[in-house]
């Protein structure tokens, strides 16, 4: 019944951007924190954007701050993620995921639903 569905990734030329979209179903989001992570080839899942759906206070990893932004639609239980300034090494698989309140949204432990994922591909 829980579904997290992304959409919007896509092959970008360096310094293009991208919006990543998370639509959420069978969850009181009130009651959740979302976030943003992602996952290269052979590396550990990273820490991106997170949000707490009530109040909409943001988190950033140090490596996307100043040029990705998470924001939220209340009326349509989505997610989103606006890439800007994209680099080759922002080159990854972008899942959205849901925490319960009191959690550690930069872990990744943290959050007990996830999204499939979808692929971002920023070319030199």
């Known amino acids: 019944q829980v579904q997290l569905v992304e959409s919007g990734g896509g092959l970008v030329q360096a310094g293009g951007s991208l919006r990543l979209s998370c639509a959420a179903s069978g969850l009181t989001l009130s009651s959740f924190n979302m976030g943003w992570f992602r996952q290269a080839p052979g590396k550990e899942r990273e820490f991106v954007a997170a949000?707490?759906?009530?109040?909409?206070?943001?988190f950033y990893a140090d490596s996307v701050k100043g040029r990705f932004t998470i924001s939220r639609d209340n009326a349509k239980n989505t997610m989103y993620l606006q890439l800007n300034s994209l680099k080759p090494e922002d080159t990854a698989v972008y899942y959205c995921?849901?925490?319960?309140?009191?959690?550690?949204?930069?872990?990744?432990?943290?959050?007990?639903?996830w999204g499939q994922g979808t692929q971002v591909t920023v070319s030199s």
């Open positions: 995921a849901a925490a319960r309140l009191g959690r550690a949204v930069r872990i990744s432990l943290s959050y007990d639903y």
């Open positions: 949000i707490r759906w009530s109040g909409g206070t943001t």
